[in-house]
């Protein structure tokens, strides 16, 4: 009876880690897949960035580390940004762009647009405001300066970002699967090896 039980026991157990594995794996597999498409999509906007002598890619992410943008925008959220081309921001948009005021002079700032003016068909002028800020940045961002439009965020990514950015954590990371993998195939081992043992008498 208890071997009954022991062996139902360890059935389940095998078929846990059978199925947290598998998880795993399809997980890596849709996450390779992903990063794949969205490597080609890189590549091919490069290409024709090449040819049109346009800077900028069409997709860029960034890790907010102001709370400018608060509700909206926290700290330590990362935000997936889009290139629009032929000036077509609109208002109420949130552009990532290279800041030319003062002591942020340099800096990439995410804000929201709050005025445009139109200077010709390619370029505008725009007055941008941090939804936390209680006044509008004081110096106007033109076209050319503007990175991308926001497309959506991704809560909490910074925190993963900085984990990784050590690299024991790295390292950790690879340590621990790796080990509890590596204990269990041991220890099936020693249970195949005990039971011809016991066969074998």
Do not use: W
């Not at 026991?9 to 897949?33: E, G, H, N, P």
């Not at 102001?66 to 609109?90: F, G």
């Not at 106007?140 to 954590?169: A, M």
């Amino acid at each position: 009876m208890k071997n009954k039980t022991s062996k139902k026991k360890t059935s389940k157990f095998k078929y846990l880690v059978y199925f947290i594995f598998r998880s795993f794996l399809i997980a890596v597999l849709c996450l390779l897949l992903t990063f794949g498409f969205v490597l080609l999509v890189y590549l091919g906007d490069l290409l024709i960035n090449n040819r049109s002598s346009v800077k900028m890619p069409l997709f860029s992410t960034y890790i907010i580390v102001s709370p400018s943008m608060v509700p909206t925008i926290k700290v330590n959220d990362a935000i997936v940004i889009k290139r629009i081309d032929n000036d077509n921001y609109k208002v109420g948009d949130i552009v990532t762009f290279l800041s030319k005021e003062g002591k942020y002079k340099g800096s990439t700032i995410t804000h929201r647009i709050i005025d445009k003016q139109k200077l010709n068909k390619k370029e505008s002028v725009y007055t941008t405001k941090g939804d936390n800020n209680r006044v509008i940045d004081p110096v106007s961002v033109t076209t050319d300066s503007i990175y991308g439009k926001v497309l959506f965020k991704i809560p909490k990514v910074g925190y993963i970002s900085t984990f990784f950015s050590k690299p024991i954590n790295y390292f950790l990371c690879l340590l621990i699967p790796s080990t509890i993998f590596l204990f269990y195939d041991i220890t099936r081992i020693f249970k195949e090896m005990n039971k011809k043992k016991r066969n074998s008498y």
